[in-house]
């Protein structure tokens, strides 16, 4: 199956900081999302981003499909943006009609004040 | 729009037990998911249903699984006999048919603890 790789697989930063997350897939995808887990659990829907590149406030992420992967960039960073980042992708290979997310290993941030 | 909710938020039973959680899927979502989690880990797919019908189920579905989705609404996922490797978050998910790759919603998690 697909591999869905992150990095760094940590990551301290202090407020006000800026950084780059990366997500590496090894086959073509129809559909890749971030996320943001809280400390709860819940996951949070940040970008549905199978290619190109969006902006949501202090966040962003772009996906190169052809050298497949993507990358999701946090600027000004809080502390409430600690928590762990996930990129699940859905590949294009037959079989996956059902479109069910493969999930990398995420990011664990934490933002110190 | 109200969001995916599970029922209950935590479960705390032992070894051998029979557990049943639930999932409400968004209104009008007619694709729900079923997704578990252990600690430090990435959530993986468990089962896939297109309105009532289970259409896919992973390899980690053991026959001590049991999913359904009555009507095509929400949805259970029953474990039999519970085992302690059972301890998991156990994530349910929802998205539109509109779209053929379309984006999927995530419930608040029930957290499974097998004693």
């Known amino acids: 199956g697909i591999q869905v790789e992150q990095s760094p697989p940590d990551l301290i930063l202090q407020e006000g900081a800026n950084s780059t997350l990366r997500c590496n897939f090894s086959d073509s995808v129809n559909n890749l999302q971030w996320f943001h887990q809280n400390p709860w659990g819940q996951l949070i829907n940040l970008f549905y981003?199978?290619?190109g590149t969006k902006q949501n406030g202090r966040l962003s992420a772009t996906t190169v499909a052809t050298e497949r992967y993507s990358l999701l960039y946090i600027s000004s960073s809080q502390t409430t943006d600690s928590g762990v980042y996930f990129c699940a992708v859905v590949p294009t290979a037959p079989g996956n009609a059902g479109n069910m997310l493969t999930f990398g290993g995420g990011t664990r941030l934490m933002v110190k004040p | 729009d109200t969001g995916v909710s599970q029922d209950p938020r935590h479960k705390i039973t032992k070894r051998g037990q029979n557990v049943t959680f639930r999932c409400d899927p968004i209104s009008e979502h007619n694709r729900l998911y079923w997704y578990r989690q252990t600690l430090g880990q990435g959530p993986e797919f468990l089962t896939y249903f297109q309105n009532e019908a289970q259409l896919e189920k992973s390899r980690l579905l053991s026959d001590r699984f049991s999913a359904e989705r009555p009507k095509g609404s929400f949805s259970t996922l029953e474990i039999q006999r519970t085992e302690q490797g059972d301890s998991a978050m156990y994530l349910c998910a929802s998205s539109t048919r509109r779209d053929r790759v379309s984006e999927q919603f995530f419930g608040p998690g029930t957290r499974l603890t097998v004693l």
């Open positions: 981003i199978p290619s």
